[in-house]
């Protein structure tokens, strides 16, 4: 008599097989697999206890669903606070239903603020990183470098995203790499809500690019942080990395979460070799701030998260689309 596999065995074996829990078959809607769960692949937070591999298409979505609900209470809670709809609750409430619309990969809401259309904007810029990258470090000798920028003039006080000029920030920043020697980049722009403990501020919304580039010869950092940091406002305008992973590197500068920075002092009093310093926990955003920022995210698009320095690309980038209740275009 034959001998079966019982089923519960033969979904631990599938399980264990990458390429069959994450089967991606082609669509011509999609002919990169962007929206699906095909390569690239990657893990986030490698080698430390919370590390995880990278978001799924079904997480994707269940964040997109938590947004259009989070969005939808805000809308309605600054409504009935206020005893009639409001810009920002109007604004919101269109979202929501821009978010919930979404139906990828023949429908997508291409949406900066959409965590299903982030996700395919990632990963199409980890795959065209790594279309770059991947011929230059099979010789030994090359040792691809992320470079941290954190602007300046990429502070916003908070409540103030909706008028703040993006296209003009970002040609400011080309200029300064430019005017450096750096010619050769590709960076993803992160936000995040910095404030002080102990402090009854609303604080500020601090821009970053981060990303893989060609480092030029020497005396361009002291260049770059004298451009981006004239005022000494910023503790590290200017960082240079070793990644870890390569594709974990390029996707950090595109994900889909984003952090409130609250500052506060160390004082290490279990430590006899050093002093009181300057340290950052990351805690959730919420409330009004995170509304401001989906609304950003939104206004600025999906292409206004990458900042590449060609145009030869393997697929153009997603673009988002204008939509008339949102403000027009973008």
Same mark, same amino acid.
């Given at each position: 008599?034959?001998?079966?596999?019982?089923?519960?065995?033969?979904?631990?074996?599938?399980?264990?097989?990458?390429?069959?829990?994450?089967?991606?078959? &082609?669509?011509?809607?999609?002919?990169? *697999?962007?929206?699906?769960?095909?390569?690239?692949?990657?893990?986030?937070?490698?080698?430390?206890?919370?590390?995880?591999?990278?978001?799924?298409?079904?997480?994707?979505?269940?964040?997109?669903?938590?947004?259009?609900?989070?969005?939808?209470?805000?809308?309605?809670?600054?409504?009935?606070? +206020?005893?009639?709809?409001?810009?920002?609750?109007?604004?919101?409430? +269109?979202?929501?239903?821009?978010?919930?619309?979404?139906?990828?990969?023949?429908? &997508?809401?291409?949406?900066?603020?959409?965590?299903?259309?982030?996700?395919?904007?990632?990963?199409?810029?980890?795959?065209?990183?790594?279309?770059?990258?991947?011929?230059?470090?099979?010789?030994?000798?090359?040792? &691809?470098?992320?470079?941290?920028?954190?602007?300046?003039?990429?502070?916003?006080?908070?409540?103030?995203?909706?008028?703040?000029?993006?296209?003009?920030?970002?040609?400011?920043?080309?200029? +300064?790499?430019?005017?450096?020697?750096?010619?050769?980049?590709?960076?993803?722009?992160?936000? =995040?809500?910095?404030?002080? +403990?102990?402090?009854?501020?609303?604080?500020?919304?601090?821009?970053?690019?981060?990303?893989?580039?060609?480092?030029?010869?020497?005396?361009?950092?002291?260049?770059?942080?004298?451009?981006?940091?004239?005022? *000494?406002?910023?503790?590290?305008?200017?960082?240079?990395?070793? &990644?870890?992973?390569?594709?974990?590197?390029?996707?950090?500068?595109?994900?889909?979460?984003?952090?409130?920075?609250?500052?506060?002092?160390?004082?290490?009093?279990?430590?006899?070799?050093?002093?009181?310093?300057?340290?950052?926990?990351?805690?959730?955003?919420?409330?009004?701030?995170?509304?401001?920022?989906?609304?950003?995210?939104?206004?600025?698009?999906?292409?206004?998260?990458?900042?590449? =320095?060609?145009?030869?690309?393997?697929?153009?980038?997603?673009?988002?689309?204008?939509?008339?209740?949102?403000?027009?275009?973008?």
């Amino acid at each position: 008599m034959p001998m079966t596999t019982r089923p519960s065995k033969l979904r631990e074996r599938l399980r264990g097989l990458p390429s069959l829990r994450r089967l991606s078959l &082609p669509n011509s809607d999609d002919p990169l *697999g962007l929206f699906g769960d095909g390569p690239p692949w990657w893990t986030i937070s490698k080698g430390k206890p919370w590390q995880r591999p990278s978001s799924s298409a079904r997480e994707a979505k269940k964040r997109r669903d938590a947004t259009v609900f989070k969005l939808r209470w805000h809308a309605n809670h600054v409504a009935l606070l +206020a005893g009639n709809p409001t810009p920002t609750s109007l604004a919101a409430s +269109a979202l929501a239903d821009k978010l919930e619309a979404c139906a990828p990969p023949r429908y &997508p809401c291409l949406s900066g603020a959409c965590p299903i259309c982030i996700r395919a904007q990632q990963r199409w810029f980890v795959r065209d990183t790594m279309q770059v990258l991947r011929p230059l470090v099979r010789d030994p000798r090359y040792r &691809p470098q992320v470079l941290s920028l954190v602007p300046e003039f990429g502070r916003i006080p908070a409540g103030s995203l909706s008028a703040f000029d993006i296209d003009a920030f970002l040609v400011s920043m080309r200029e +300064a790499l430019k005017a450096c020697g750096i010619d050769h980049y590709k960076l993803g722009l992160d936000v =995040s809500l910095n404030q002080r +403990a102990g402090v009854k501020s609303p604080g500020f919304w601090q821009l970053q690019l981060w990303g893989f580039f060609h480092k030029p010869k020497r005396g361009w950092p002291t260049q770059l942080k004298a451009l981006l940091n004239p005022n *000494g406002g910023v503790t590290r305008p200017v960082e240079v990395k070793k &990644p870890d992973s390569l594709e974990a590197a390029a996707a950090y500068g595109v994900k889909d979460t984003f952090v409130r920075r609250l500052s506060y002092l160390k004082t290490n009093l279990q430590r006899e070799d050093r002093g009181e310093c300057s340290n950052t926990r990351g805690r959730h955003l919420r409330g009004d701030a995170w509304v401001e920022l989906m609304l950003f995210l939104d206004r600025i698009g999906l292409e206004r998260r990458i900042l590449l =320095s060609t145009i030869n690309l393997s697929l153009p980038p997603l673009h988002s689309r204008n939509d008339p209740r949102l403000g027009g275009s973008k």
